[in-house]
């Protein structure tokens, strides 16, 4: 999702680590060395990776760099090949049926479970190649003097690719911003134990 959009979801988080200047002189070559990379011309179900915030087809950062003043920003791409089930379930009758008929010169009259289950395989293989895999794309700012990223998502499944992702690339643990932390961050460590101790209050429109 772009995070320039009038209105967006965001996910904020704090990096554990102290960023050293080497590392964030680094940050360029190791986007690109674990950019996105595309599966058009493939049957995989699925990839992900960086990609340039100002273009999703730049993994190479070619139209513009991922550094903007104090900040570095980047999207992180996910493409997904999704099968209807009811168009996996077809192709694969129309297979079995097949080699059933085939069986069936040969004397036998049904199919072994192993046989089936490799039918099934081979079916699924066959649709992914014909299917273009469906693009997302989530951007992300991180604010490096603060040490502060954030991620264009709110579904818990972006989020966790998203952190193992970083995790992998930089070597850095994002831990998210709560309520709770922010609240921690403000008053002090003193206040933790009166924080714990609130009891959350329920609103209801």
């Known amino acids: 999702m772009p995070i320039l959009s009038a209105s967006t979801g965001i996910t904020r ?21 674990f950019a996105f990379m595309d599966i058009d011309h493939t049957a995989e179900e699925r990839s992900f990776g960086w990609v340039n915030m100002d273009d999703m087809l730049d ?4 139209v513009s760099p991922p550094e903007k003043a104090q900040y570095f920003t980047f999207s992180l791409r996910l493409d997904t090949r999704r099968i209807q089930p009811a168009v996996l379930k077809k192709h694969f009758q129309i297979a079995l049926n097949h080699e059933l008929a085939e069986a069936k010169k040969e004397g036998k ?43 264009a998502a709110t579904n818990s499944k972006v989020m966790d690719l998203f952190t193992d992702h ?17 609240a921690m961050e403000m008053l002090g460590e003193e206040a933790v134990q009166k924080l714990e101790s609130l009891d959350p209050t329920y609103f209801v429109g």
């Open 109 to 151: 009259n049904f199919i072994s479970r192993d046989r089936k289950r490799e039918i099934k395989e081979q079916v699924t293989l066959k649709l992914r190649a014909r299917s273009l895999p469906i693009p997302a794309v989530f951007d992300v700012v991180w604010n490096v003097p603060e040490n502060r990223v954030y991620l």
């Open 166 to 182: 970083f995790s992998d690339t930089f070597e850095l643990t994002l831990e998210p911003l709560t309520p709770f932390f922010l």
């Open 59 to 62: 993994d190479k950062w070619a």
């Open 13 to 33: 988080y704090r990096i554990l680590e102290d960023v050293s200047d080497d590392l964030i002189r680094e940050i360029p070559e190791k986007l690109a060395k």
